[in-house]
């Protein structure tokens, strides 16, 4: 069996845990898949609500389920994902970081955010295989973050699922001012750089993606701030995207509250 692919996942609104639509539904029959597998050890995240000055590693042997955010309906403060750390795997990805030249820490307090539990809790429900969580560096390029997920590749190899979870659009302010529900109808914008991103991904244009805020439609309404688009590049440098053969598999496209595309990806 080759090794695993990898998976950028669109982690939403907070809300997803509680209201997944069908993005939830899809990620939960490839994580299905994955599992039936039989070959998955553990799962290394990285996730853009946790930024450092450098890739730390987060090494916590029982990470808390962190509630990171506010306003919400209670139900929502009262989920948890118990899966264990693994500090022995924290320390094997900050050691392999550091090897590729990448400054990289351990954090044995860092508890677990929502861009880590909320998605996972659809595509591993069972919550039984380690989580390690990688920080995203707050200067970091789209090329630094995929040369941290190039780092990591080999693990790939190992039983471990490489994971950037993000968002393919973030904008919060547009979010927020338009109270949106669930199922009203996209955004054009949001439509037009999905599908200007989804045709990067099928024609292998990776030096497009690296650029993409400067070639994408509506790249900077799409991200006003470009941290949740950075996980992308974790998971592409993970696959090795495309230098290794590796294709890319739309999970869902879905998008939810109007502004929110929920695009997931897998590589491999």
């Known amino acids: 069996m080759t090794g695993l692919p990898t998976l950028f996942v669109s982690h939403g609104s907070p809300m997803m845990a509680l209201q997944p639509g069908a993005a939830g539904v899809a990620l939960q029959q490839w994580g299905a898949g994955l599992a039936a597998r039989g070959d998955l050890r553990a799962v290394v995240v990285m996730s853009p609500h946790w930024m450092d000055t450098v890739a730390a590693v987060g090494s916590h042997p029982m990470p808390p389920t962190w509630h990171d955010f506010g306003g919400f309906p209670p139900a929502l403060y009262r989920l948890q994902y118990p899966a264990p750390g693994d500090p022995g795997l924290a ?7 550091r090897n590729a030249g990448i400054a990289a820490a351990e954090d044995p307090q860092r508890p677990r955010d929502h861009g880590v539990w909320s998605p996972l ?7 039984r295989w380690p989580v390690v969580q990688v920080a995203l560096p707050a200067d970091a390029r789209p090329a630094d973050v995929y040369a941290i997920g190039a780092a990591l590749a080999p693990l790939r190899e190992e039983g471990v ?3 950037g ?4 659009t973030h904008n919060l302010m547009e979010f927020f001012g338009g109270r949106p529900g669930l199922d009203d109808p996209a955004e054009p914008y949001v439509q037009a750089f999905s599908a200007w991103v989804w045709q990067a991904l099928q024609t292998n ?3 497009a993606l690296l650029d993409y805020r400067a070639r994408a439609p509506h790249a ?6 470009d941290e949740h688009f950075m996980p992308l590049f974790f998971a592409l440098g993970a696959a090795r995207w495309p230098q290794a053969g590796s294709k890319a598999e739309a999970i869902t496209r879905e998008v939810q509250y109007r502004y929110l595309a929920m695009d997931s990806y897998a590589f491999g």
């Open 165 to 168: 979870s993000g968002s393919l």
């Open 91 to 97: 320390r094997t990805v900050a050691q392999r970081l």
């Open 161 to 163: 699922l490489l994971v």
């Open 205 to 207: 244009d990776l030096p």
């Open 121 to 127: 809790r659809f595509v591993l429900p069972q919550a």
């Open 220 to 225: 900077v309404r799409a991200h006003p701030t």
